[in-house]
């Protein structure tokens, strides 16, 4: 049974595109949680495209009273930027992102070759002092489990794009395939093991199926896109009733 963790990056690209604070962030949120949801993930990019920092303040403010059982994720590369906002909300959980400051979208995960663990595993240690579970998004490789672990890491988020893309496809066995044999991986090791990247309500039953003990989905693009059609507490309930949440 997987918690769904709602990002809300795409309804602050809508607000953004307007000076009118409209739709309000901290409003959808809440609507979420009411509406199924077991958490709220929010990626305050550099460039603030989507969510701002200055969202989180009010997203933290929602969230209050019904944290830790409902719990604030914060995803981002590990920089000065990211640790100064986590160390302002405390969120339950930061999800570790390799991502360059002008990356598109988080379409790559941690490697964690020598360079890449001189970045993580400080902001790891950083992080853990600060209360936070950390998981590192990484790739559907079963061989970067054991790097996560080594790294101090509690949990992973798989890369679950190139599983969406091969269900668009029509073609996902092989990809799915890498997706959950990550995933036994990770869980064999003791680790969390999170998924997200482009999950919709279609492509959801395989990947539950196949790894029934994920612990969390973070779900923003294409949930915002069924809800254009199905309403967004409606499309929320939805989703959470296919992770089984």
């Known amino acids: 049974m997987a918690r769904l963790s709602v990002n809300l ?4 690209l809508l607000r953004n595109s307007r000076h ?20 709220i993930t929010v990626h305050p990019r550099p460039d603030e495209r989507h969510i701002r920092a200055s969202d989180i303040p009010a997203i933290a403010r929602v969230m209050a009273g019904r944290r830790p059982g409902m719990e604030l994720n914060i995803e981002g590369y590990p920089d000065a930027r990211l640790m100064e906002i986590v160390r302002a909300a405390r969120p339950e959980q930061v999800t570790l992102v390799p991502d360059a400051p002008d990356a598109f979208t988080s379409e790559r995960g941690w490697a964690l070759d020598a360079a890449e663990r001189a970045v993580a595993e400080p902001a790891i240690a950083a992080l853990r002092a ?114 089984g949440g």
């Not at 990056?9 to 602050?12: E, P, R």
């Not at 970067?144 to 599983?163: C, F, L, N, Q």
């Open 9 to 12: 990056n795409k309804v602050a």
């Open 20 to 39: 009118t604070g409209v739709p309000d962030v901290a409003h959808f949120a809440a609507l979420a949680l009411r509406s199924g949801a077991r958490g």
């Open 130 to 243: 600060l209360g936070a579970r950390v998981i590192l998004f990484i790739d559907p490789d079963p061989a970067v489990a054991p790097r996560a672990r080594a790294s101090g890491a509690d949990g992973v988020e798989i890369y679950t794009g190139t599983y969406a893309a091969g269900f668009r496809a029509g073609d996902a066995a092989a990809t799915l395939a890498a997706c959950v044999a990550a995933a036994v991986a990770a869980r064999d090791l003791g680790l969390v093991v999170n998924a997200g990247h482009d999950l919709n309500l279609r492509n959801i039953p395989g990947l539950v199926h196949d790894a029934p003990f994920l612990a969390e989905a973070s779900i923003g693009h294409e949930l915002t896109a069924d809800a254009l059609e199905l309403g967004f507490a409606a499309t929320v309930a939805a989703y959470a009733r296919a992770l």
